[in-house]
């Protein structure tokens, strides 16, 4: 492509074309609209949107946020105005922007997930789903999910059935047979992966003896947990054959092309928007940069890399 | 139009536990009283921007008045010339400066940055405007108040009685004019917020709608996508509004104030 | 106790009488000899040693560490003397010294496991076990037997069987339902737990492709993960009733007093030996110092208070 | 004894590519040359040390000679009058200087560093030496080698041919004295160290044991106690050996030179 000088940057994952393999994580980016203040949100690869809940959701009482080491706390408690203003206000928006948009949803219930899932795949303007199975912040639904495979299974067959558009799942750090869960989601019905959701995590104020955030605990994301992501999607690749949307730290283009080297299919920028609202362009053209430097012209050619460089070595 | 700016630090002066950063600005850099900017802290693992009130706006420069609060903070009072800032700004909603009548302005500590440059507007718009700032005691921010003082009309209370009125920030502006402002100004720690809303309330039922506060909460993006920066509004009940975008200042009869007494 | 000015450090968990609640982490510390050089380890309420197995141990290739934002991955792979040269030269010079010594276990089978612990058991010269089935950094044994209840249960009651000194047992972030877990080993036979071990971790240079370890993953401490130790101690408090000793990214004392409001009993210091080789007679120091300023006398005052707290506080 | 020290930077030398930080030490730091100092580098999130050999020791001072490779160094290589630098050491096994015969001392690039302290203390010694030192070209570590041949017999080898021998310094090292050096000494790239030991191998079998390298490998605690800096040893078979304690400098023969090239 010749915006990059002689780098294609183009993915094509679940049938879904991606101009470059950069995306904006959910709850990491709004639903587009104040970021677009900031930068042409028409360059990325694609948009997560904020979870999306059947009806509106006041979230948890703050503090929400706590900075730690390397990283940040959250207990946003899926904040947001519900299925039916996402479809009025939100997805037609960020459908006019002509990019790519995975609708992460959300529930208390399975029920839940399946309806909201349902009615954004009939809206027919959202290119995927990720199934949010992994927030670490709602006391029903989330992680509680990630906990039990069968349960989890069990959803994703059931939202599956409700919808035709692929289905990605999004895993969390804190699951124990970390293979034998992605294989079950991909048996279950996934079109692809998308990991990791924030860390179960906690901060405790000694002065006063009191968690630093109203919901008490919430979840850890930014470089800290980067070294975790890349483990778990090498591990992951390793196992499942669908497409896989790497996330967790990436604090710019390096991080993503490490992420892509241990099997990512393309990435997503959570944490960082919030230090530079405009890091997600510059991750694009840090990669384009890279590749031109390298020699590399396509993106697959990175993915699995750090693999395929190792069994090429041996063999 | 907020932006991303990396700003030259041109001047510091410090005002005992407060330090004023003067940066050099591009033009297009126009904030409103009430608006904030959203600093990288230097690095150390800190990987949000913290966000501090613009305190000035001069001939190509702006200016933030640091209270050393914690470790991202006192990085930055420590800046100085030959230092480049990374901001974002400016953001959020400032002050409504339309009102009818006297204005009143309360500040709180630190929370005298966001009205000093309001009273400036003020000031140069014609109007006129009496700021009670509160302090533990008289020394707290060395010669600042004897700044502001040329400036405008500046009354203070301290606590240990070491200066001005003895007492909180919030008994003095009750006393200094309680009734006859037309719109009252607020920026401080949360109680003290709290306190004078419930004086205002106490005044006349409209009360809290003559009152205009600027809040503190912790922030992420600063720019309205994390949620991070929740305030308890009073409409839709139990709802919360952001901080950065929809605030940082929000009219009095916005805010669920029983909500806003039961955060720690 | 007249050292620290009025304030009593003691502790006594599972029998055994710790001057103050501040350990070191297995694997951090050695086995005490070299630290000795840097600070009087008689000082330190316990020391957890470098994890024994049977025969020795030469570990993984080089490189081992790496350093990421605000943490480290370590890929040691266990290297060690074997048991025999343990028992004769290590745990005798521990026992020298009067200091409690957790003996850290770790095995590539169960029988291992059993023997290792039988024999330091019959030494009667260790305070109690620490079984280390969650290391992140060998291919059998290890983090397996995290991911597996039922096994680890199995290992858990074997170990119990063969030994007549407590029990710990030593889990890894990477767990899925980890109150069910925690719970699970209680019931087996724990006399305590103890976390966090490392998290599964990676690194990959983009400019050659390769892993950074040569282990190709390693786990990841430090400052990075102490919220997510904070908040599993969090956790397992809530569940168990046994002792709990918490680690993960203690930095200082602050860190330390974090972990015993969430729940632990006593706490260990790991990475942090590595920045500084004093460090635990720090974190004691500040310790103490905290609890003459806030007018706690004993250790016991702190665990849990940030549950004590709030529910006093509702109460 | 080894120790935390806290110490001040009283002198900075910018040689090129590295510095040298010359530090105010209390006199009961006694390195012995090959031994080095583990080095606190900033915060940013960078919580291990940093192993820098000792470079010099003078009349209460004692430097190193720092080469930007990366972050931590390049904040060093940054520090100056005025800083300080919280440093343990001296840390490790430093060489042998018992010997018969001439001394070679085979250098690459920064490896110069604990080799130059060497020279200074077998010159002290009253031994005589030969440095033979690579870099890629002369210009590389600006005026150091001038500064050094007014120490000793340096000779150069600079691979681009900009300056004395044009090669490798192991090339250089193997022209001046290959057999007769009772003892040589190196420390470099691990490719130079594999070359050389690969040439003293060839010379007669027990070249080996006439080396003493100084080897590099990436270290935590710098103590001994995490066995992050594994060195593949001869004996016993498929053993590693800490870089930090047991060494950095081991015998040629100490090491399992398979296994060393077989690393990356
Ligand atoms: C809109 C707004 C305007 C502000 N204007 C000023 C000003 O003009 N002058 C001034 O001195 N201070 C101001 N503050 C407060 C200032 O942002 C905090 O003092 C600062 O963030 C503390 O950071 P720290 O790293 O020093 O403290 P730490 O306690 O180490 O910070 C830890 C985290 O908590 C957050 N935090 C801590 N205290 C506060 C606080 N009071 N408000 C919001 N977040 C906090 C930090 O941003 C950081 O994310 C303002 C805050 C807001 C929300
Ligand atoms: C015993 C010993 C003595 C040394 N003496 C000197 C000296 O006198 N002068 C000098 O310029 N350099 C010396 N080095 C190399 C120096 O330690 C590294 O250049 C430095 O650690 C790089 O850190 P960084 O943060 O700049 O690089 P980064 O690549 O960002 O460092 C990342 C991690 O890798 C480690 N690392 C990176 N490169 C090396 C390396 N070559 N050796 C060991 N660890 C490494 C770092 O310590 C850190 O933990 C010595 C190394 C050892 C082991
Ligand atoms: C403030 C905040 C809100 C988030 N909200 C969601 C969410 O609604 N749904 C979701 O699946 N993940 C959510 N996440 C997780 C991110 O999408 C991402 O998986 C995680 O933060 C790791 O990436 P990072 O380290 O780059 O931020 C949120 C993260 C943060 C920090
Ligand atoms: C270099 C290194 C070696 C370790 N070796 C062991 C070990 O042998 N056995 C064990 O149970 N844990 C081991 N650990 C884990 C620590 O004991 C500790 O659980 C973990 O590092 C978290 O604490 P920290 O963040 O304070 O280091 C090791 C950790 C490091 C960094
Ligand atoms: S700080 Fe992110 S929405 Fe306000
Ligand atoms: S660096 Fe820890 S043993 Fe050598």
């Known amino acids: 492509m010749d915006a990059h000088g002689g780098v294609d940057l183009r993915v094509e994952i679940s049938g879904i074309s991606l101009q470059n393999p950069v995306l904006a994580c959910s709850g990491t980016f709004g639903n587009g609209r104040e970021m677009s203040a900031w930068m042409d949100i028409r360059r990325l690869g694609g948009v997560m949107t904020k979870a999306v809940t059947l009806d509106p959701c006041a979230g948890n009482p703050p503090p929400r946020v706590w900075e730690t080491p390397s990283g940040m706390l959250n207990a946003i408690g899926l904040e947001n105005k519900g299925l039916e203003r996402f479809l009025e206000e939100d997805l037609p928006w960020l459908h006019d922007m002509g990019v790519p948009v995975w ?124 070294p975790v992501a890349v483990q778990m999607v090498w591990e992951v690749a390793q196992e499942v054959d669908v497409p896989i949307i790497g996330m967790g730290g990436i604090w710019g283009w390096r991080d993503a092309v490490e992420m892509l080297m241990v099997g990512a299919d393309a990435v997503a920028v959570g944490t960082l928007n919030f230090t530079d609202p405009t890091a997600t362009l510059g991750v694009v053209e840090g990669i384009a940069a890279f590749m031109r430097r390298k020699g590399y012209r396509r993106v697959g050619e990175l993915v699995d890399l750090a693999r395929r460089g190792r069994s090429g070595a041996a063999g | 139009m907020p932006a991303r700016y990396l700003v030259a630090v041109v001047g510091r002066r410090d005002y005992g536990c407060a330090s004023e950063l003067v940066c050099e600005v591009p033009d297009d850099f126009r904030p409103h009283p009430g608006q904030f900017v959203h600093v990288a802290c230097g690095g150390d693992g800190r990987i949000l921007r913290r966000p501090f009130s613009v305190f000035d706006r001069g001939e190509g420069t702006a200016s933030i008045l640091v209270r050393e609060a914690g470790e991202g903070s006192s990085w930055l009072k420590r800046r100085g010339p030959g230092d480049r800032l990374d901001i974002l700004g400016p953001l959020g909603r400032g002050f409504d400066l339309c009102a009818e009548g006297g204005r009143l302005l309360v500040a709180g500590g630190a929370g005298i940055a966001p009205l000093r440059f309001l009273a400036k507007r003020l000031l140069e718009e014609g109007e006129t405007c009496l700021v009670a700032w509160g302090m533990g005691e008289a020394a707290e921010y060395g010669v600042l108040p004897d700044v502001l003082k040329k400036e405008a009309d500046v009354r203070l209370a301290c606590l240990d009685g070491s200066g001005g009125h003895a007492g909180s920030a919030v008994d003095l502006a009750m006393q200094l004019d309680r009734e006859s402002a037309g719109q009252v100004y607020a920026c401080g720690p949360r109680e003290m917020l709290l306190s004078l809303a419930a004086r205002m309330e106490e005044v006349d039922r409209e009360g809290l709608a003559r009152l205009q506060v600027s809040v503190e909460e912790r922030m992420a993006c600063g720019v309205g996508v994390c949620r991070g920066c929740a305030v308890p509004v009073a409409e839709p009940p139990g709802a919360y509004r952001a901080a950065c975008s929809d605030g940082p200042v929000f009219r009095g009869d916005e805010l669920d104030w029983m909500r806003m007494a039961a955060l720690t």
Chains 1, 3 share one sequence.
């Open chain 1, 103 to 226: 609708v992460n949803v959300a529930g208390f219930t399975a029920a839940e997930y399946v309806e909201v899932a349902r009615e954004v795949s009939r809206a027919k303007i959202a290119s995927a789903l990720e199934l949010n199975i992994s927030c670490p912040n709602v006391k029903k639904g989330g992680l509680h999910f990630s906990a039990d495979e069968s349960e989890a299974e069990r959803l994703v067959s059931a939202v599956k059935g409700a919808v035709d558009i692929p289905v990605y799942v999004k895993l969390s750090p804190r699951t124990g047979d970390l293979r034998g869960f992605a294989g079950a989601m991909v048996r279950a019905g996934a079109d692809g992966i998308s990991l990791i959701n924030t860390m179960p995590a906690m901060a405790v104020d000694v002065e006063t003896a009191r968690p630093r955030l109203g919901n008490l605990t919430g979840g850890l994301s930014g470089p800290a947990i980067h």
